[in-house]
């Protein structure tokens, strides 16, 4: 598979319409859950949430994380999806006695040696600072997909979120990458230029690289960790829960 990019169609997916409607209708039922809250990585699929989101002029609350490491690329597509919506992204940082700790106890370089020095990096930069975020919230949105990787095949489009105690809304689970990218070309949504470079999912700048052809998706994400295998994950989403504890909204 190529990048996202490059799968952009010039014509609307087969059901296209009624997976956007499912996706108003489950979006609709998210913000009844409240306080809710939109975590954006400013991916494409993060930012075609935030656009719905504001074309229904939802009360989800629209959060990123600046890991300090992001690309420039990142932030810019932040402040232009903001002028294209008229929402504003709260940005969320670690804290900074956290990453000076961290710091004092691994270099930063040790991240492509250890893969628990990289899950250390990621739980300092991320996961502490978003588990510190949804404290107190009712319900998350977020942008996976099951097209994404083997290890999200099964993600349910809404479940109870073990981790972090709170309804977890994946409202693009069942959307292909030609979806994503149509939405994208129908509404004019800026993204994030690292796509057309042949990056298919953008995480933190020293992480993050190009895939190559026939590559999945996510295998520019800590790639040196791979093995062959498809791109991990940092820790914010971990496999969905059993059948008999998810629930799937129908639509």
């Given at each position: 598979?190529?990048?996202?990019?490059?799968?952009?169609?010039?014509?609307?997916?087969?059901?296209?319409?009624?997976?956007?409607?499912?996706?108003?209708?489950?979006?609709?039922?998210?913000?009844?859950?409240?306080?809710?809250?939109?975590?954006?990585?400013?991916?494409?699929?993060?930012?075609?949430?935030?656009?719905?989101?504001?074309?229904?002029?939802?009360?989800?609350?629209?959060?990123?994380?600046?890991?300090?490491?992001?690309?420039?690329?990142?932030?810019?597509?932040?402040?232009?999806?903001?002028?294209?919506?008229?929402?504003?992204?709260?940005?969320?940082?670690?804290?900074?006695?956290?990453?000076?700790?961290?710091?004092?106890?691994?270099?930063?370089?040790?991240?492509?040696?250890?893969?628990?020095?990289?899950?250390?990096?990621?739980?300092?930069?991320?996961?502490?600072?978003?588990?510190?975020?949804?404290?107190?919230?009712?319900?998350?949105?977020?942008?996976?997909?099951?097209?994404?990787?083997?290890?999200?095949?099964?993600?349910?489009?809404?479940?109870?979120?073990?981790?972090?105690?709170?309804?977890?809304?994946?409202?693009?689970?069942?959307?292909?990458?030609?979806?994503?990218?149509?939405?994208?070309?129908?509404?004019?949504?800026?993204?994030?230029?690292?796509?057309?470079?042949?990056?298919?999912?953008?995480?933190?700048?020293?992480?993050?690289?190009?895939?190559?052809?026939?590559?999945?998706?996510?295998?520019?994400?800590?790639?040196?960790?791979?093995?062959?295998?498809?791109?991990?994950?940092?820790?914010?989403?971990?496999?969905p829960p059993p059948a008999s504890?998810?629930?799937?909204?129908?639509?």
């Amino acid at each position: 598979m190529t990048a996202c990019f490059a799968l952009s169609p010039d014509r609307p997916p087969f059901g296209f319409a009624s997976r956007v409607d499912a996706l108003a209708a489950l979006l609709d039922r998210a913000a009844r859950q409240q306080p809710c809250v939109l975590a954006s990585s400013l991916s494409v699929e993060d930012n075609v949430l935030m656009h719905a989101i504001s074309v229904a002029a939802l009360p989800i609350e629209v959060v990123a994380i600046d890991t300090l490491k992001l690309p420039q690329t990142t932030h810019a597509v932040a402040a232009e999806m903001e002028r294209a919506t008229g929402r504003t992204i709260r940005w969320l940082r670690p804290e900074v006695t956290a990453l000076i700790a961290h710091a004092g106890s691994h270099r930063f370089e040790a991240i492509y040696h250890s893969r628990a020095a990289r899950e250390r990096c990621c739980t300092v930069r991320k996961v502490d600072v978003l588990a510190a975020e949804l404290a107190g919230k009712a319900a998350w949105v977020t942008g996976l997909r099951r097209a994404h990787s083997e290890g999200r095949e099964t993600i349910e489009t809404e479940h109870w979120d073990t981790r972090f105690a709170l309804r977890k809304f994946n409202p693009l689970a069942a959307w292909s990458d030609e979806d994503v990218w149509w939405y994208t070309r129908v509404h004019g949504l800026p993204f994030n230029g690292l796509y057309e470079r042949g990056y298919a999912s953008i995480g933190c700048e020293p992480c993050t690289r190009a895939i190559r052809p026939g590559e999945p998706l996510r295998a520019g994400r800590w790639w040196w960790e791979q093995n062959g295998q498809q791109g991990g994950e940092c820790g914010l989403h971990l496999a969905p829960p059993p059948a008999s504890e998810s629930v799937e909204v129908v639509v």
